[in-house]
């Protein structure tokens, strides 16, 4: 089991960026998958999440009220990848994005830093 997280970086203020969360080793359209981001000394917090289902591109989602309007989280589930469109970015998005799989079992990957400054 795998989830690959890629796309993060360094981009200015009022950026974008999206990052993907590649997954192999389970079936990905039964799993709900979600973002989290965590910066030094605190605790990793949910940023969105979609539920699980048949449908190629996902169903209902979630947003932490930092991010609504700003974020968008997708899902492929021919290509096995979950991803996070991220627009408007301010500094203090600035973490690492972890990818986690939520179904039978739990799954995570291994992050992706974004980082947000001038």
């Known amino acids: 089991v795998q989830l690959v997280e890629s796309g993060g970086g360094l981009v200015q203020p009022g950026g974008s960026l999206r990052l993907s969360c590649a997954a192999s080793g389970f079936t990905f359209s039964r799993y709900a998958m979600r973002w989290y981001r965590q910066t030094p000394g605190k605790e990793r917090d949910q940023v969105a999440s979609?539920?699980?289902?048949?449908?190629?591109?996902?169903?209902?989602?979630y947003y932490a009220d930092s991010v609504k309007g700003r974020f968008t989280i997708s899902r492929d589930n021919a290509k096995n990848t979950a991803y996070l469109q991220m627009n408007s970015l301010k500094p203090e998005d600035t973490a690492v994005y972890y990818c986690?799989?939520?179904?039978?079992?739990?799954?995570w990957g291994q992050g992706t830093q974004v980082t947000v400054s001038s």
């Open positions: 986690n799989a939520v179904g039978q079992y739990d799954y």
């Open positions: 979609i539920a699980a289902g048949i449908a190629s591109f996902g169903g209902s989602t």
